[in-house]
């Protein structure tokens, strides 16, 4: 099992930047899942953002995030993040770090068996 801590939210302008950050603790490393990162707005359902395979050798991203957003890991810190540039308005949701115990990429919501609480990522115009 992991337990997964969201941080790195918070207010940013239009065309500005935000990293995200999701730790983990328990008994296997970040490295040993796949990772992903969703996002919620108001009234929406949770959304798929990217993910990266448990190798790190496979990244894949929603159309929307698509060459604004990278998905990474450290596992010396054993720390997933989320950078995000050109951030826009439509990207305020509320962002969620997910892990699945499976190979490979994972775009669906039930694809994946741990999630972390949530952090708001606010762009205004």
């Known amino acids: 099992q992991v337990q997964l801590v969201e941080s790195g939210g918070g207010l940013v302008q239009a065309g500005g930047s935000l990293r995200l950050s999701c730790a983990a603790s328990g008994r296997r490393t970040l490295s040993t899942y796949t990772m992903g990162w969703f996002r919620q707005a108001p009234g929406k359902e949770r959304d798929f953002v990217a993910t990266?395979?448990?190798?790190?050798?496979?990244?894949y991203y929603a159309n929307s995030v698509k060459g604004r957003f990278t998905i990474y890991r450290d596992n010396a810190k054993n720390t997933v993040y989320l950078q995000m540039n050109s951030l826009k308005p439509e990207d305020t949701a509320v962002y969620y770090c997910?892990?699945?115990?499976?190979?490979?990429?994972?775009?669906?919501?039930?694809?994946?068996?741990?999630w972390g609480q949530g952090t708001q990522v606010t762009v205004s115009s």
């Open positions: 990266l395979s448990r190798s790190g050798g496979i990244t």
């Open positions: 997910a892990a699945a115990d499976k190979l490979g990429i994972v775009i669906l919501t039930g694809g994946y068996d741990y």
